[in-house]
């Protein structure tokens, strides 16, 4: 196949001749005419609604029953990560799934997402966890703290802020890797975050809570009036957000590649699910090499 073929071709018009190919695009991005439309913003900002919705939902609820002593602590913690992992999987190319003030700014600062969309997502991020709180606290009333993020008993706020800042910056790498070029995992990405969310809740959710997130810190503040340590769950995640941005520059470079702009901007801007799977089709063919996996010029027998 040319290069001025393979330039022409649009993976959603392949239904008759590849239909597996087709089913699964339909499946994973819905109908192309509604998701390709830029003016469906709302749809986006309503995808990050409900999902930061479901994520605190579950992450304060799971706090204020376990210390209520309803459930265990391995329960309260990895319910987040299962429920970040389904959220990416049914919804995360409309909008990314960033459910997290802290992965919108990172995914802004590598260049894979608008910055003119930046306050939007925060703005609806914090509504959806506040939603989530104050729903908790129509059916539990006002306990616990709602599932508040507080350093554990025993432990400052210094300590706690240390530890936000290092899940954090792991967390988002892990979130910046799986969007990456070089990495290019698809719909696996949603087994990366939600089990590091959950793995990071089993060891050290006794010394922070493990928030990694202002937003999931804010809802059960705001919706309970208790602001106690909050700040170490806003500066926490943030700093270590840009830790991650680091990070990611000096394993793979700049970002702004299609693939990355696409996970972290979901595929309803323009254009972006036929350049994210030419991409792709030139990655399986050898015509294109991710930065980060190897130098054509270096490949044996010159290729």
Not at 285 to 293: E, T
Request: neutral net charge; hydrophobic residues 50%; contains cysteine.
């Amino acid at each position: 196949m040319s290069d001025a073929t393979a330039q022409k071709i649009d993976p959603a018009t392949l239904g008759a001749t590849f239909p597996r190919t087709h089913h699964v695009l339909w499946l994973e991005f819905g109908d192309r005419k509604d998701f390709d439309d830029p003016r469906r913003e709302w749809r986006r900002l309503f995808s990050e609604l409900l999902g930061t919705f479901a994520l605190v939902l579950a992450a304060a609820g799971g706090g204020l029953l376990h210390a209520e002593g309803q459930i265990s602590l391995p329960a309260a913690v990895v319910a987040p990560g299962l429920m970040v992992m389904a959220i990416i999987l049914f919804m995360g190319a409309i909008s990314g799934a960033h459910l997290n003030p802290a992965v919108s700014l990172a995914f802004a600062l590598r260049g894979d997402f608008p910055w003119k969309r930046v306050p939007g997502y925060i703005i609806i991020q914090l509504v959806g966890a506040t939603l989530a709180c104050l729903f908790l606290r129509l059916v539990f009333g006002n306990i616990e703290h709602l599932g508040a993020t507080l350093p554990g008993a025993g432990y400052k706020n210094w300590q706690a802020l240390l530890m936000e800042i290092v899940l954090t910056a792991l967390l988002v790498s892990v979130i910046l890797g799986t969007a990456s070029a070089a990495q290019n995992v698809g719909a696996i990405a949603a087994l990366g975050v939600g089990g590091y969310i959950a793995l990071a809740g089993l060891w050290a959710a006794p010394v922070s809570g493990v928030s990694m997130n202002p937003a999931r810190s804010f809802g059960p503040a705001l919706a309970s009036g208790d602001w106690t340590s909050y700040w170490v769950y806003l500066v926490g995640p943030i700093a270590g957000a840009l830790i991650a941005v680091g990070f990611a520059f000096v394993l793979r470079g700049r970002g702004g590649d299609v693939i990355s702009r696409a996970a972290g901007s979901g595929v309803l801007d323009e254009g972006a699910l036929v350049a994210k799977a030419k991409l792709s089709q030139d990655i399986d063919q050898g015509k294109v090499v991710p930065d980060g996996i190897a130098d054509p010029d270096t490949q044996p027998g010159g290729q």
